[in-house]
């Protein structure tokens, strides 16, 4: 869900931008919500999370990709550069579904 993008004096902005703060609201509500799940989500999950997160936060992947030898950095660096491209709404959009429905399950 995408806000529009209207002309101005048309009263539409203050829907898109009514629909973008409720975005945001149920993306922070997800963010606090992961932290209460009730069983540790897979590895792959995590990931998608990470990603998801910080592409919504941060816009795409910055800075060298980690060595190496730290694995940990290399994977979560890898699978936010799979996201490039990807708007801040379009990544709030998964992540909230990715927490209901791995809160579901």
Do not use: N
Request: no cysteine.
């Amino acid at each position: 869900m995408v806000p529009t993008i209207a002309k101005p004096g048309t009263g539409a902005q203050k829907t898109g931008g009514a629909r973008k703060g409720d975005l945001r609201r149920r993306f922070e509500a997800a963010a606090r919500d992961v932290q209460k799940l009730a069983k540790r989500p897979a590895d792959r999950d995590l990931l998608e999370f990470y990603a998801l997160y910080k592409q919504a936060t941060a816009g795409d992947v910055t800075g060298p990709r980690p060595g190496l030898l730290d694995v940990r950095g290399r994977a979560k660096y890898d699978a936010w550069a799979k996201r490039k491209g990807t708007t801040a709404d379009e990544a709030m959009v998964a992540y909230v579904a990715l927490v209901a429905r791995l809160g579901s399950a």
